[in-house]
């Protein structure tokens, strides 16, 4: 009996121990609330950097649901674990940011941690915001916090238990979340550090771009290797691109900008928000990006740029394609030679598809997504347009378009499974649509107030 005392004191210290250990990791501090300052009080140039510092990070698109106020919140982000909403960042002093301080700004990018000390889940890239210098910080703190004040409440995450504690959050960034800052190289030029500070940092190109663990972090030996997010594939945008033109700085710089090239393509799903965001970013911003990024991509190979040079070629010289009776090359000569078959480019006309990175990438989902939806026009400008087939086409139909233009356009191996990849996007387009448009659901608790 005596021993089994003795076993079972020494099981309850190591609980005890644990549970305190467990505390002192995830415990944070709240920061005292202050009464929301006066959009007056910020400066107007610190203002302006903020709104482009803003765009750069795409902050409007992710914490702002559809057909709601800007920056409100509840924009759906799905994740292997389940579904998290995004919060209110504007200034209003309940449900948004309105009564946070800078410190309690600065905190939550840094580290993660709301202004009443809870931890935040990493669908919001602070891994990547720890980056940020502190002027930046200023100028979004001081830009959102000039923002219209909407009263929105915070949408109850769809997370299954035990995920839905947040003190397994605190582990996950004991294991994943660095607590140095960017440094830059004194060996590269200032372009190419200003380019690295805004990718690695408050762009988080990586978030979507590189595959992530089982725990949903960054896989880093496997940086911009390729990701998937929101029912797209983001594209790898490393040496291992699928693109069949090599990418240089000047096209990366166009395509950021315009969010088309026409050696490339149309920027579709949400790297289209990416862009449409960063064409309100400084120009200098875009090419320091551009050129680190073309860095990581790499110099093509010889071959590389000889087969890139031949793909080029045969796309502003098209032959003649011989007689072909599949499906789809029937549906393909009905609904979109007129446009890609044609010598008018972009915006005017459609791509070659011979250049297209998403008829040679591996993995087809992007080109089901674009032929249901297709692609609207942007307001105010010349840009690429076509028509969604979600509607006049089912799935066995695209399924068949989307096998012809592999086996036309690209050199690589037949897809497979195209017909299911096609419900697949038919489906998540139809759940983007219905979660993102709906109305807010009640908090789970009042405290939710107030996190971000």
């Known amino acids: 009996m005596a021993s089994a005392r003795i076993m079972w004191s020494i099981a309850a210290a190591i609980v005890a121990a644990a ?129 219209q004040p909407v009263h929105a409440p915070a949408r ?7 995920l839905d504690q947040r003190v397994l959050i605190a582990g996950w960034k004991l294991l994943f979340l660095r607590g140095e800052n960017w440094q830059p190289d004194p060996t590269q030029s200032a372009e190419w550090n200003r380019g690295a500070y805004l990718v690695e940092g408050l762009a988080h190109c990586g978030a979507c771009h590189t595959p992530r663990n089982a725990l949903g972090a960054e896989r880093k030996r496997a940086q911009f290797a390729g990701g998937d997010v929101d029912n797209w594939h983001a594209y790898a945008i490393n040496g291992q691109s699928p693109s069949p033109v090599p990418w240089d700085a000047d096209a990366l710089f166009a395509y950021l900008r315009d969010g088309w090239h026409p050696d490339h393509g149309v920027a579709r ?35 590389r740029k000889r087969r890139g040079d031949e793909i080029l070629a045969q796309a502003r010289a098209p032959s003649p394609q011989p007689p072909d009776a599949t499906a789809g090359a029937s549906i393909y000569a009905a609904a979109c030679a007129g446009c890609h078959d044609g010598n008018r480019p972009p915006p005017y006309g459609g791509i070659n ?26 307001e105010g400008e010349r840009s690429p347009i076509m028509p969604g087939f979600a509607t006049s086409m089912d799935d066995r139909q695209i399924a068949a378009l989307l096998t012809y233009l592999r086996a036309r356009f690209s050199d690589g191996p037949a897809w497979t499974g195209v017909e299911n990849t096609v419900a697949d996007a038919r489906q998540g387009q ?17 405290s939710q107030r107030d996190r971000p």
């Open 156 to 162: 109850a995450n769809a997370i299954a238990f035990p």
């Open 269 to 303: 799903g949400p790297m289209a928000q990416v862009v449409s965001n960063l064409s309100a970013a400084p120009p200098g911003d875009l090419r320091a990006i551009a050129f680190y990024m073309a860095g990581v991509f790499g110099a093509p190979t010889p071959d």
């Open 430 to 446: 139809a759940h983007f649509l219905q979660t993102s448009a709906g109305p807010y659901n009640a908090p789970a608790d009042p």
């Open 353 to 378: 598809l011979r250049l297209s990175t998403g008829i040679s990438s591996p993995d087809p989902r992007n080109v089901a997504n674009t032929v249901l939806s297709g692609i609207g026009p942007v």
């Open 19 to 147: 549970a305190v250990a467990a505390f002192a990791v995830a415990w944070r501090p709240a920061i005292a609330a202050i009464d929301p300052p006066a959009p007056g009080a910020f400066d107007a140039v610190l203002v302006k950097r903020g709104r482009e510092l803003a765009a750069i990070g795409n902050c409007g698109d992710c914490h702002t649901a559809r057909g709601a106020k800007d920056f409100a919140g509840g924009f759906p982000v799905p994740t292997p674990f389940g579904t998290i909403y995004s919060s209110n960042i504007t200034p209003d002093a309940r449900t948004g940011i309105g009564r946070w301080p800078e410190a309690a700004f600065r905190r939550a990018m840094r580290s993660g941690v709301g202004r009443d000390g809870r931890h935040l889940y990493p669908t919001f890239p602070y891994d990547h915001f720890i980056n940020v210098s502190d002027e930046d910080d200023r100028a979004l703190y001081a830009f959102l916090m000039t923002r």
